[in-house]
């Protein structure tokens, strides 16, 4: 016999035990008994330092968990960017001394408005326009004689797309964050960004943190506007209009809309939105006239934490160079005045500033309640604002939530699944091949064994759809089999020795095992690159499986042999 048997024997066995040393944590459950060790502050028994600590990762139909598709709003993000221009064209306007009136947004239209310019003063901005806005900013048709400045259409195309990454990027840094073991986070289409997490036990927690928008702003609060008046205007626009009694962002827009000839110049309405302690319900919000432009936001943020003072959670928030510089100024020059810190386009809080506060600090309390619960909420509102605000508004369009029993039922079904279906092909090989067929038996359970441990290493996600892959590939390397055995029936029919059958079987059977294996190698490589979710899971067992096999089929069946032939000296084979 060989040196290169002993080789391939020694491979084999070094596979074997791998194997089996990745796979035991999968089998036993170690994953769940670490997690209610962590929960209860229990020790892990000795064991759990030798081997390793991750085993297959389960997929959402086979955990359990949470599966949700949002739709990213765009146009608001957009809408600030626009604002930031405004801001910037403003401020060369005073510097090069050019006279104006007013410059704003034209909300919605992206189209900025600069009314009193001279004939010069129009020249002037266009030319500036060009040097530093030339693939952003066209001129529209003028009315009034005002200068109108509009976004370009491929800039808004960019843009869009620029949004849903960044948007994308941010929803991933936070469920990392937020700890959840192998989310799988995509993006659907134009604007939709699909999610899914497995093993999640609170999704209501996990779903407010990722759609919370994050978007921090410090505004000036303008009290020309009683506020008996303004809640009565209020009440008269949702009246005028015919709005639901709620606060929603879309809701907000139309009272604004509908009071924008009412109110001061540059001025929106914002909510402080009140809740039911007990009821977690809102019972009403109190109606704020704010000064549109804000003064500092959250792209200002340095750093953001949970404190407590007399039992009270709040989030101390810490603004860098250029934010602390900005909030100095903001708080000097309105002494005496409300700033209002909005957050997601709620007022949070409105204190009066008493004097300059140049330290670039400031904090966000969470009102009264269960200390657990705003301690919770205040540690999510940290990790949100550390992440950094979403670039848009995140809607939520499908959310499925799977249970843990659905998941451990649909492991159950399938396993059993698989099991039967084994079952009955080793069977049928075992009186079909007879002693032929038990060693294709033992291959076939190598491979079982080598795939589960190969989803091991590579943390490859198990899904539903990849059990049925699983089985797919054994019914393949079965195949394999048959078609080695039936040639080396042939090569015995035809009188020649068992040495030769076997070595002429095996030679001419391997390349239609190839061919076929290959053929279904490209169709699963097409599937994982093109696929999702599920389908993805089918692909990657399916693609481990036909490697596996190829080796189990052909190499391992044909040790046993090659040691039976040689080594045995046997003349007839049991086929």
């Not at 929803?171 to 659907?188: C, M, Q, T």
Request: charged letters at 20%.
């Amino acid at each position: 016999m060989s040196n290169t048997w002993k080789y391939k024997l020694a491979l084999l066995i070094f596979l074997t035990i791998a194997s089996v040393y990745l796979v035991v944590p999968s089998i036993f459950g170690f994953q769940a008994i670490r997690e209610e060790a962590e929960s209860s502050g229990a020790n892990l028994p000795w064991y759990f330092s030798v081997l390793p600590n991750k085993g297959i990762n389960l997929g959402l139909d086979l955990r359990g968990g949470i599966y949700l598709e949002f739709e990213v709003q765009s146009g608001k993000a957009i809408s600030n960017k626009v604002d930031l221009m405004v801001a910037d064209l403003e401020r060369w306007m005073k510097e090069e001394k050019i006279e104006f009136a007013s410059i704003s947004q034209e909300p919605r239209k992206h189209i900025i408005m600069i009314a009193g310019l001279s004939e010069d003063g129009k020249t002037r901005v266009m030319q500036h326009v060009g040097d530093s806005y030339s693939d952003v900013l066209e001129r529209k048709i003028a009315s009034d004689g005002a200068l109108e400045l509009g976004l370009q259409g491929h800039y808004v195309k960019y843009m869009h797309n620029q949004i849903v990454k960044q948007a994308l990027e941010k929803v991933r840094n936070r469920i990392d964050r937020y700890g959840v073991a192998e989310p799988s986070i995509h993006r659907l289409g134009s604007d939709r960004i699909a999610i899914e997490l497995p093993g999640i036990k609170d999704p209501d927690r996990a779903i407010g943190i990722i759609k919370k928008a994050g978007q921090l702003e410090f505004k000036i609060v303008d009290d020309s506007v009683a506020e008996p008046n303004l809640a009565q205007m209020v009440a008269e626009a949702r009246t005028a209009e015919n709005l639901p009694d709620d606060f929603s962002l879309a809701t907000v827009e139309k009272i604004n809309d509908s009071l924008r000839a009412k109110l001061p110049e540059n001025t929106e309405v914002a909510f402080e939105i009140q809740f039911d302690p007990v009821q977690k319900k809102v019972v009403k919000g109190v109606p704020y006239l704010l000064k549109r432009k804000a003064e500092v936001t959250g792209e200002m943020l340095k750093n953001a934490q949970v404190n407590v003072h007399d039992n009270e959670p709040y989030v101390s928030l810490t603004f860098d160079a250029q934010g602390s510089a900005l909030f100095g100024e903001t708080t000097s020059n309105n002494v005496g005045k409300r700033m209002a810190i909005l957050l997601d386009g709620n007022v949070t809080k409105a204190p009066v500033i008493r004097e300059p506060i140049l330290g670039g600090q400031a904090q966000i309390t969470l009102g009264y309640g269960n200390y657990q619960n705003l301690l919770t909420e205040a540690e999510d509102l940290s990790l949100v604002l550390q992440e950094g605000a979403l670039p848009a508004q995140l809607v939520e369009a499908t959310k499925t939530v799977v249970g843990p029993s659905l998941g451990a039922d649909s492991i159950r079904q399938g396993a059993m699944a698989t099991i039967v279906g084994a079952l009955a092909v080793c069977l049928f090989m075992l009186i079909y091949y007879k002693w032929s067929g038990f060693i294709a038996n033992a291959a076939l359970l190598f491979n079982l064994l080598f795939i589960l441990a190969g989803l091991a290493i590579f943390q490859a996600t198990l899904t539903l759809p990849g059990i049925a892959g699983i089985a797919l590939t054994m019914g393949m390397a079965v195949d394999a089999n048959v078609l080695i055995y039936e040639r080396i029936r042939e090569e015995l029919r035809s009188g020649k020795s068992a040495k030769t059958a076997v070595e002429s079987g095996y030679s001419n059977a391997m390349r239609t095992i190839i061919d076929s294996n290959v053929t279904t190698l490209i169709a699963g490589v097409v599937l994982y690159q093109f696929g999702t979710g599920p389908i993805k899971g089918f692909a990657v067992t399916l693609i481990m499986g036909l490697l596996i096999s190829m080796y189990t089929a052909c190499i391992v069946t044909r040790m046993v042999y090659d040691y039976m032939i040689v080594k045995r000296r046997i003349t007839r084979i049991s086929v």
